[in-house]
């Protein structure tokens, strides 16, 4: 199996929530970090017994993870003398 397609969100719902025929599964929020600008989703799944959720986050490499990306720290440059 391909690695990106075991990373799809509808591979990651299916292994970590594991809903089945019978449930629903819905998107109930969607958004973007601010501070990382990466996407987000939170999954629901709810049955007559129980509803459980998730957040699933999509990193750089376009595949989706229930944990956020790192932030990638940069170093600090002097661009020079302040103007003025």
Known sequence: MNSAKARSLRNQVQKWLAPERTV???VVKSGRLRALGTRYVV???SSPMEVRSMYFFRHA???WYVC???VAR???RFAGACPG
Request: one cysteine or more.
């Open 24 to 26: 629903t599964v819905r």
């Open 43 to 45: 999954v629901e799944v």
């Open 61 to 63: 490499d376009g595949c």
């Open 68 to 70: 956020p990306p790192t």
């Open 74 to 76: 940069g170093t600090a």
